[in-house]
């Protein structure tokens, strides 16, 4: 009879143990959201920089922007358009930002505020901006963003 | 309904005083500028086969959203079911991010009460990214139609990003941002 005790003791023991996240999944958890909030302050300083070879690193294949005027934008054609100097940035910096992890997929929310010119127009302000991540063969890139500029500007 | 009929109406900057037809019109010249030298941008005819049954599938919920909003705008129950109880949202309109499930119900609820009625919602280049099996990114032109008590007529452009995450073997809505579409200059 004892014997049946301690084996059932010792199968919910281990149960408990199982169905807890572990240890292990907590830490990549938290290493995951650092490396994704170190990448996007990488994104702002290379934006700030206009540095198209960081961004290149840090721009998925198939990127995609939904820019402020509506138009859907691809990885080619916004490094061709900033190292062109058609885009030109002078400072991005965000605030309230939010990370929010789904196994290999990380979606940050925040409010950025950037000086920056097209064709010499400014067209900086505040904007909401969405940014989704993937770790893609161990890295993490972006892979797509919406920027939605905050109204009374 | 709050998603897209009412609250959305406050954009006054990308309220339209013009027929469906013309905005639609105007919108399929935008997305030849938006599409030049872009094979990406096509919906979902270059994914893999998977990756394309997800993409129709996020793009039905999508619409069945809409439907129900069409149907029935005090139906917020129905219109949100597919929506994380962790949902958070950006529009122009709000102070900050919108926090919740709960806080979007009680927001649409309220402006459920509004004269006015959604009658026709439509979507355009919509374009979906796939990850992992469990990750859709779903981005596109909206242009809805809304009905006021007299008859009158508005037609409402946005552009979209919603973001959808497979949990537990059920796709969610977790996150949108809406944004202006202005018309092309």
Redesign the interface.
């Known amino acids: 009879m004892k014997r049946i005790l301690v084996v059932a003791m010792l199968v919910a023991a281990s149960s408990f143990v199982f169905s807890q996240p572990t240890l292990g999944s907590k830490n990549q958890k938290g290493n995951d959201e650092q490396a994704v909030r170190q990448l996007l302050k990488e994104l702002y300083t290379a934006l700030g920089r206009n540095d198209t070879a960081a961004l290149d690193r840090i721009y998925a294949d198939d990127y995609t922007n939904v820019i402020d005027s509506g138009v859907l934008t691809t990885k080619a054609p916004r490094l061709a358009s900033i190292k062109s100097g058609e885009l030109k940035f002078e400072s991005v910096s965000s605030d309230e930002l939010n990370v929010r992890l789904y196994g290999q997929t990380a979606v940050a929310t925040y409010r950025a505020t950037s000086k920056v010119q097209f064709k010499g127009q400014d067209i900086g302000g505040q904007f909401r901006v969405t940014v989704t991540l993937v770790k893609i063969k161990g890295r993490w890139q972006v892979v797509a963003a919406q920027n939605t500029r905050i109204t009374g500007q | 309904m709050f998603t897209y009929s009412h609250t959305i109406k406050q ?1 006054t ?1 990308i309220l339209l005083m013009a027929t469906l037809p013309m905005a639609a019109s105007t919108l399929a010249l ?1 997305q030849s ?2 599409t030049s ?2 094979k ?2 096509a919906a979902t005819s270059s994914l893999p086969a998977s990756d394309a049954e997800i993409a129709n599938a996020v793009i039905a919920m999508t619409k069945a959203e809409w439907a129900a909003d069409i149907r029935d705008p005090n139906s917020i129950v129905e219109q949100t079911k597919d929506m994380a109880d ?1 949902y ?1 949202e ?5 102070p ?2 919108l926090e919740g499930k709960d806080a979007y119900r009680r927001i649409s609820t309220a402006s459920a009460i509004s004269s006015s009625r959604t009658i026709s919602s439509e979507m355009f ?1 919509p ?1 979906v ?1 796939v ?2 099996g ?2 859709a ?1 779903l ?1 596109y ?1 909206y242009v809805g139609m809304d009905k006021d008590k007299d008859s009158k007529t508005e037609t409402t ?1 946005v ?1 979209v ?1 919603r ?1 959808y ?1 497979k ?1 537990d073997g059920t796709w969610l809505l ?2 949108k ?6 018309l092309p200059k």
């Open positions: 954009f900057r935008g500028h938006n030298g872009n990406a941008l962790d958070t950006f529009r122009p309109e709000y900050t991010r280049n374009k990214q990850y992992n469990d990750v990114i981005s032109q452009r552009k990003t973001v995450v949990r977790v996150h941002n809406v944004g202006a579409d202005p």
